[in-house]
């Protein structure tokens, strides 16, 4: 089993031990933080976050929740990502694949740890609720994009131009083209 099928089947199984049984539909507006119940946090506003913190930079991994068997060695992409902590307060910064928009974007998040539970984030794309990794000192990082942009055009012709099959291409596609329709994924990276 791939290491992102994983990691979705744990995200999963701790969902629905967590719950009440009952299913829910998540709007991709929703910000991650109105999805579970948890103390109020305080707010942090943008750009305040300590300049002395020094981001570590890992490699990651980002994920896109697809059910096909035959679109998961597509629905995976590697990332380069900055993490900084600063006496509780987090930053998470990374280039958004491209293959999975056709858009150059970079991410920045910046959020709080509410309580004992998830590290909230936000930003001007979307937000992230990271949690602590079940094996290993990383995290898993929940997101949600209702503002990144999509050009598939444009990624249906750079794929073109790297002369990949077009069987490959046809299942990129779509692995983006799912992806817009409801922008929801994993992010996972470790801190060792």
């Known amino acids: 089993m791939h290491y992102s099928t994983c990691v979705l089947v744990i995200v999963l199984t701790l969902s629905t031990a967590c719950g009440d049984g009952a299913t829910s539909s998540i709007d991709a507006d929703?910000?991650?933080?109105?999805?579970?119940?948890?103390?109020?946090?305080?707010?942090?506003?943008?750009?305040?976050?300590?300049?002395?913190?020094?981001?570590?930079?890992?490699?990651?991994?980002?994920?896109?929740?697809?059910?096909?068997?035959?679109?998961?060695?597509?629905?995976?992409?590697?990332?380069?990502?900055?993490?900084?902590?600063?006496?509780?307060?987090?930053?998470?910064?990374?280039?958004?694949?491209?293959?999975l928009t056709g858009v150059s974007q970079r991410v920045s998040f910046e959020g709080v740890r509410t309580g004992d539970g998830p590290i909230l984030l936000d930003g001007d794309l979307g937000s992230a609720s990271c949690s602590p990794a079940t094996v290993g000192a990383g995290l898993v990082c929940m997101e949600r994009f209702p503002q990144?942009?999509?050009?598939?055009?444009?990624?249906?012709?750079?794929?073109?131009?790297?002369?990949?099959?077009?069987?490959?291409?046809?299942?990129?596609?779509?692995?983006?083209?799912?992806?817009?329709s409801d922008p929801i994924g994993i992010l996972s990276f470790t801190l060792e």
């Open 30 to 99: 929703t910000p991650l933080g109105d999805m579970s119940p948890s103390d109020p946090s305080p707010e942090m506003d943008a750009g305040v976050f300590p300049a002395e913190a020094e981001a570590v930079t890992v490699d990651g991994t980002y994920s896109v929740p697809v059910t096909d068997p035959l679109l998961e060695p597509f629905a995976s992409q590697p990332v380069v990502v900055d993490w900084r902590d600063s006496n509780g307060q987090y930053r998470l910064d990374y280039d958004f694949p491209t293959d």
């Open 148 to 180: 990144l942009a999509f050009d598939l055009d444009r990624l249906q012709r750079d794929l073109e131009r790297r002369g990949l099959p077009s069987d490959e291409i046809a299942r990129r596609i779509e692995v983006a083209t799912f992806f817009q």
